[in-house]
Nanobody
Framework: QVQLVESGGGLVEAGGSLRLSCAVS????????MGWFRQAPGKERDFVAA??????RTYYNDSVKGRFTISRDNAKVYLQMNSLKPWDTAVYYC????????????????WGQGTQVTVSS
């Protein structure tokens, strides 16, 4: 089992920055990649970014390229979010995949509880 706990969400003005953290515990060796997803009210959960544990290779949704950066250390995964826009407002979820990095929610086996990010205009 893998346990994931997100933190770092909050309210920020447009153009501002936030850094999300995801603390990973449990059998982290069983996960080969980590991802960040987000879900706005009434919408589906969308891929934001992913990173492979082995080599740190990263993947991004086109809508956040150049603004968001995913990174990891021994037991945490981060999402640095710069130049935030009102449409970035959502609950952000951290997820762990045993099967490799993917853009699809169905590829992820473990999920955190989510952290709210609200960007005011």
């Amino acid at each position: 089992q893998v346990q994931l706990v997100e933190s770092g969400g909050g309210l920020v003005e447009a153009g501002g920055s936030l850094r999300l953290s995801c603390a990973v515990s449990g059998r982290i060796v069983s996960s080969s990649a980590m991802g960040w997803f987000r879900q706005a009210p009434g919408k589906e959960r969308d891929f934001v970014a992913a990173i492979r544990w082995s080599d740190g290779r990263t993947y991004y949704n086109d809508s956040v390229k150049g603004r968001f950066t995913i990174s990891r250390d021994n037991a945490k995964v981060y999402l640095q979010m710069n130049s935030l826009k009102p449409w970035d407002t959502a609950v952000y979820y951290c997820a762990a995949s045993r099967g490799g990095a993917s853009y699809s929610t169905t590829s992820y086996n473990y999920w955190g509880q989510g952290t709210q990010v609200t960007v005011s205009s």
